[in-house]
């Protein structure tokens, strides 16, 4: 892509696209299609346009052409452009939104808030080093940097398929045994329950009866 106007436009639809993935994820897809099967399809789905981009660049060498001063534009090279923007949408409708409903669900309540906070800053250190290296990667990989992350698509894919259960729909206790959480003897959790009373100033009728 040549001109500077036509770069600006290029990058500018690529946002387009992830905001429009973020759309179809926020109003329709994690709610009808579910958490899960969403990571998967995701996953597998997504890393199509990176097997094509990197097989376009392994056949087409489109720096080297650029550089021998050959810019003319076929089909076959159409269709990588469109799967980068298509790339983005899959992506931000699955994996970019899914993750943080999962993880803003599946925790206790009362280890949520750290938990939530600590995949968060995975989320932005991981986001930094793959801005940081992927510039790195393209320069001494090439092509192989697309296969590699359409590699690693497919292994999330088959991550979320053996590790990853259902979540769309379940209650918090529902939550806790669906990840083989021990359940709270009513015993304790009513003592818990007094405790918590005592420690805002009220007096629940069990303390008023032991006085």
């Not at 790195?136 to 088959?158: K, N, Q, W």
Request: glycine content about 10%; some cysteine.
């Amino acid at each position: 892509i040549t001109g500077t106007d036509t770069k600006l436009f290029a990058t500018g639809f690529y946002g387009v696209a992830k905001t429009l993935g973020m759309i179809i994820f926020s109003v329709w897809l994690v709610e009808k299609v579910g958490r899960r099967s969403g990571l998967i399809w995701g996953a597998f789905v997504g890393s199509l346009p990176m097997w094509y981009i990197g097989g376009y660049v392994f056949r087409a060498d489109p720096e080297g052409a650029a550089a021998r001063g050959d810019t003319a534009r076929n089909a076959w090279s159409y269709i990588a452009m469109v799967c980068v923007y298509l790339y983005g949408l899959i992506y931000c409708a699955t994996w970019q939104g899914i993750t943080w409903v999962i993880c803003s669900e599946v925790f206790p309540i009362d280890i949520r808030m750290l938990c939530v906070a600590l995949t968060t800053a995975n989320q932005w250190l991981w986001s930094f080093i793959i801005s940081r290296t992927t510039p790195y990667m393209i320069t001494s990989l090439g092509y192989g940097t697309y296969f590699f992350f359409a590699a690693l698509m497919v292994c999330m894919g088959f991550w979320a398929w053996w590790f990853i259960p259902e979540t769309k729909g379940k209650s918090l206790e529902e939550m806790e045994e669906l990840f083989g959480a021990q359940p709270v003897p009513r015993d304790t959790e009513w003592a818990v329950k007094e405790e918590t009373e005592v420690a805002k100033g009220g007096m629940t009728a069990a303390h008023v009866e032991r006085i």
